[in-house]
């Protein structure tokens, strides 16, 4: 099997001097805790998918990560794109929310405040109260370097002033456009569609062994600069692969 390795290169600038190239919306991320084996996630990405097509709320960048969750997949059918490291992170935010606050579809918005996924009024008004509230600047580029080579860079300036707890920066690989028709299980039978499907989390500087399967052109590298206490998202950016 041949692979795509990813080098991406993080690094941490000082104030840009135009300010001018800011963008107009804000980025807020919303997390999407899914799985194929939970016959009540389907709704939950297809609003995933809408919020991310549509961009409804003014104001915000939504940033959508399809997180699928490894804990369904044992109950009658194995989701091909769970993630360990989802269901990790999914368990960090019970942590903070409480642990009873574990379950599919569950939506985190800027790791602040979680909801029903398919909640979609619920989802927009949580994505436009942190719309209003300050971030940090993240800068993203990402490029392929060499046929299997992408390389990618992160800069982060102007951090909210009120941030005192340590920051991690993590970088995403996402695919988007993947069907999956389901054998067994809560959703048997059923074709179920899915965007900004979280492939890689990593908060080292090289992300290696990506499958030559995964469509390059339907490829997304995302940046988030969280708290490693609060798991808050204080910045966030996201970009195609050029």
């Known amino acids: 099997m041949r692979f795509l390795t990813i080098a991406v290169l993080v690094g941490t600038v000082g104030v840009a001097a135009d300010r ?34 549509e961009q409804p709320v003014p104001g915000a960048q939504i940033i959508p990560l399809g997180m699928h969750v490894t804990y369904w997949d044992e109950l009658g059918w194995k989701d091909a794109a769970s993630l360990p490291a989802a269901t990790s992170r999914q368990q960090d ?3 903070v929310f409480g642990e009873d606050r574990v379950y599919t579809p569950q939506a985190v918005v800027d790791g602040r405040e979680e909801l029903v996924g398919s909640s979609e ?23 392929l370097a060499r046929p299997d080579t992408i390389v990618a860079r992160v800069d982060v300036t102007d951090v909210p002033p009120d941030v005192k707890e340590k920051l991690r920066t993590l970088v995403l690989v996402t695919e988007d456009g993947l069907s999956s028709t389901v054998k067994r299980g809560e959703n048997g039978g059923r074709t179920l569609h899915h965007d900004a499907v979280v492939r890689r989390i990593s908060s080292t500087v090289e992300i290696a062994g990506i499958p030559q399967a995964w ?4 490829l997304r590298v995302v940046a988030l600069v969280q708290g490693e206490k609060s798991q808050r998202i204080y910045g966030a950016a996201t970009t195609a692969i050029q």
């Not at 963008?23 to 805790?33: G, N």
């Open 20 to 53: 001018q190239a800011s963008p107009a919306r804000v980025p807020v991320v919303v997390e999407l805790f899914t799985s194929e084996g939970c016959s009540s996630c389907p709704p939950a990405d297809a609003v995933l998918s809408k919020l991310a097509n």
């Open 93 to 95: 935010y019970g942590r």
């Open 121 to 143: 009024a619920g989802v927009k008004r949580a994505v436009a109260a942190a719309a209003s509230r300050p971030h940090a600047r993240v800068s993203l580029a990402a490029a």
């Open 215 to 218: 469509r390059r052109d339907r």
